[in-house]
């Protein structure tokens, strides 16, 4: 083990793994889960938590603010001065302190707001997304302080909406312009891991369309055997409605806006990233029964994840629970739809399609309608010749074997943003999210030892970044 990972070990043992515990049990769900937030006060808890924390880190010229204007939710600020030729560049660490809700299913002993330590694993919602980014993210710059190394002038931004799409993001972006400058370099830890054996470097992200198809049929719900067969059921037009754009037999998306052309040199990685995890691709889901994944090509399953677009109804209204169901047809229908889109899609373009396709020519003249939002994904840069012999060292030195990249299913608003206003600089972005780590399901984990890996890799980054 390499002194750097010595000591980032043991920053993650003493005080980075005690204060996840602490940032677990606040339930600090992001602002689209509660709108009450403020009054509630828990963000604010989590807020001066991480930020407390940072403050204590003996990193020489750190200054850590806690920023938050008019309405929006607070974000934190932290900065170091650059040492050496590079000072004068920008090194951005960006992560997020926001969690999505409990969801059901945690399994016995387990649960969203209670930490368990089990292993090498820490159960509990939002220490793996994204809670450890900034614990992570200052480690990695105390461990290049510690090692005397030269790097960049490093500004970290830790927001508090990314859960909710990142509303609050672009303006604090703007807002912090001048502060912020012209980063070179874009550090992200808010992805995921093909498996904890090696460094795994996020290329692509897929967009996002969400939004709420509703169908009406009455004003009010009558009873079914007086009404069946005259009055036609929402949820039958609900499913007709659905088959306009999704293939029910294949889970094809039919619409044309929502295909792009995969470009061969994602092809190419998910060709070497499918030789990597095998059948483990798919065998780290849940699945029940003797449900199969919808082929056994290792590689096509990597690409329709990355780059091809997914439909997946996330919730319903109308529908009473199972044991309070009468015989009544019920007046209206409403489905939750979270539609993924690859990353070189315009989601505006792909969501006025959706919203035409749903709503015209309603069946039997019922009322439906589509409302929603959407972001677009992202497609990174080429690296830069010194970030890909980077990643492949820092990957050998830490986890003992070779870096591997690999797009993303889901989306991070913020890397579109910052892909457009930086159009120059360089991205990393990984994470610790990797087999059944389960963000946003239940049992989600962090996985610690890739924690600590993960983070001396990114101090090893910044170094080479400065010695380019």
């Known amino acids: 083990m390499s002194a750097s990972l010595q000591f980032v070990g043991s920053v993650w043992d003493q005080t980075i793994v005690p204060t996840l515990v602490e940032y677990i049990r606040i339930p600090n769900r992001s602002p689209a889960f509660d709108p009450e937030w403020r009054q509630h006060g828990h963000m604010h808890r989590a807020v001066a938590l991480i930020a407390d924390w940072c403050r204590r880190q003996p990193i020489e010229g750190l200054v850590v603010e806690v920023i938050e204007h008019e309405d929006r939710t607070p974000v934190i600020w932290a900065e170091v001065p650059g040492v050496g030729p590079r000072a004068r560049e920008t090194v951005?660490?960006?992560?997020?302190?926001?969690?999505?809700?409990?969801?059901?299913?945690?399994?016995?002993?387990?649960?969203?707001?209670?930490?368990?330590?089990?292993?090498?694993?820490?159960?509990?919602?939002?220490?793996?997304?994204?809670?450890?980014?900034?614990?992570?993210?200052l480690t990695a710059i105390a461990a290049l302080k510690r090692a005397q190394q030269p790097h960049a002038r490093i500004v970290m931004l830790i927001e508090a909406t990314e859960e909710s799409g990142s509303p609050d993001l672009p303006y604090y972006v703007e807002a912090l312009a001048a502060r912020l400058g012209s980063p070179s370099l874009v550090v992200c830890l808010d992805s995921g891991c093909g498996n904890y054996d090696q460094l795994w470097c996020t290329t692509s992200l897929r967009g996002i369309i969400t939004g709420t198809l509703?169908?009406?049929?009455?004003?009010?719900?009558?009873?079914?055997?007086?009404?069946?067969?005259?009055?036609?059921?929402?949820?039958?037009?609900?499913?007709?409605?659905?088959?306009?754009?999704?293939?029910?037999?294949?889970?094809?998306?039919?619409?044309?806006?929502?295909?792009?052309?995969?470009?061969?040199?994602?092809r190419a990685q998910a060709k070497v990233a499918a030789a990597a995890l095998g059948p483990g691709l798919w065998r780290k889901f849940p699945f029940a029964g003797g449900t199969e994944p919808s082929t056994k090509d290792d590689v096509?399953?990597?690409?329709?994840?990355?780059?091809?677009?997914?439909?997946?109804?996330?919730?319903?209204?109308?529908?009473?629970?199972?044991?309070?169901?009468?015989?009544?047809?019920?007046?209206?229908?409403?489905?939750?739809?979270?539609?993924?889109?690859?990353?070189?899609?315009?989601?505006?373009?792909?969501?006025?399609?959706?919203?035409?396709?749903?709503e015209v020519n309603p069946p039997h003249g019922a009322t439906v309608s589509f409302e929603g939002d959407g972001a677009d994904g992202w497609d990174a840069p080429a690296l830069a010749p010194w970030l890909e012999a980077a990643l492949a060292q820092a990957s050998a030195h830490h986890f003992g074997k070779p870096a591997l990249a690999m797009g993303e299913g889901g989306s991070i608003p913020f890397m579109g943003m910052l892909g457009q206003r930086f159009p120059e600089a360089q991205f990393l972005i990984t994470g610790?999210?990797?087999?059944?780590?389960?963000?946003?399901?239940?049992?989600?984990?962090?996985?610690?030892?890739?924690?600590?890996?993960?983070?001396?890799c990114v101090a090893d980054v910044i170094a080479a970044h400065a010695a380019r």
């Open 92 to 137: 951005l660490l960006y992560g997020h302190l926001d969690k999505q809700p409990e969801m059901t299913g945690w399994a016995p002993g387990l649960g969203p707001w209670e930490p368990v330590l089990r292993g090498d694993r820490l159960y509990g919602r939002g220490g793996a997304d994204d809670g450890y980014a900034a614990f992570a993210s």
């Open 214 to 266: 509703t169908v009406r049929v009455l004003t009010e719900g009558v009873h079914s055997g007086d009404a069946g067969g005259i009055v036609p059921s929402s949820f039958r037009i609900a499913r007709q409605l659905l088959a306009r754009i999704e293939a029910a037999d294949t889970g094809e998306i039919l619409l044309p806006a929502f295909h792009g052309e995969i470009p061969s040199a994602r």
């Open 300 to 358: 096509e399953l990597i690409l329709a994840r990355t780059w091809r677009p997914a439909l997946a109804v996330t919730g319903a209204g109308g529908l009473p629970p199972t044991e309070s169901a009468g015989n009544v047809l019920r007046p209206f229908t409403s489905l939750q739809l979270a539609l993924r889109v690859p990353p070189r899609v315009n989601a505006a373009s792909a969501l006025r399609a959706l919203k035409q396709t749903l």
């Open 432 to 456: 610790v999210l990797g087999p059944e780590s389960n963000a946003h399901g239940p049992n989600e984990f962090l996985h610690i030892p890739t924690g600590k890996r993960l983070t001396a």
